[in-house]
């Protein structure tokens, strides 16, 4: 349950995180040089940054708010899935595979 939780949260966010990522790609062509939105496209974080440096005068506040908080929501489920899948591991439900004998 605990685990379903945490993937629910990881997609959840990475999914918000990838619109809220394309819609600042957007911004990026339309406002800065061509080179901006590329390094944009081969570097997130640079996006990221350039949308909060960006984000008074292009008026994506509200953007750059949902993209922080998608971001946030993936680290909460990469932590809520981890402890869930220690605790199976701690429990014993999940045994490790053994090769299977010839």
Do not use: Y
Not at 36 to 60: E, H, N, P, R, Y
Not at 62 to 86: H, N, P, R, Y
């Amino acid at each position: 349950m605990l685990q379903t939780i945490g993937m629910l949260l990881l997609a959840v966010g990475g999914i918000g995180s990838l619109i809220c990522w394309i819609m600042i790609l957007i911004k990026m062509f339309q406002n800065d040089k061509p080179l901006i939105g590329v390094l944009g496209i081969l570097c997130g974080l640079w996006a990221f940054i350039w949308g909060w440096m960006k984000a008074s005068t292009l008026g994506t506040t509200k953007i750059m708010m949902i993209w922080s908080a998608c971001f946030v929501l993936s680290i909460i489920g990469q932590v809520v899935t981890g402890a869930a899948v220690a605790s199976q591991i701690q429990s014993g439900e999940l045994a490790p595979v053994e090769a299977p004998s010839n």
